[in-house]
């Protein structure tokens, strides 16, 4: 049976981290997902009970603007960014 070795955990953070690093541009890729990203998009995770009734993002964003729309006016945000696509 081999014995394994424990690696040995780093005293200070400095011990672990290099004070340069070189990266090798020759072998990088693209990123294949950019082309998913809309004007900076914000990620929001739903509850699986949530996820359940709003199935499409238009959905979310239709529901929270009617929301914002009955919010007072102390409470709404200065400026509400809406798509192009609102309806």
Request: no cysteine.
């Amino acid at each position: 049976m081999k014995k394994t070795r424990k690696p040995k955990a780093p005293q200070d953070l400095n011990e672990e981290l290099r004070p340069e690093y070189r990266f090798d541009y020759r072998k990088a890729k693209p990123n294949r997902f950019v082309g998913r990203a809309v004007e900076r998009p914000i990620v929001v995770v739903l509850d699986s009970d949530v996820s359940e009734v709003f199935r499409t993002p238009d959905s979310v964003n239709a529901v929270l603007r009617a929301l914002i729309q009955t919010m007072p006016l102390a409470m709404k945000p200065k400026k509400v960014q809406a798509d192009s696509k609102q309806e």
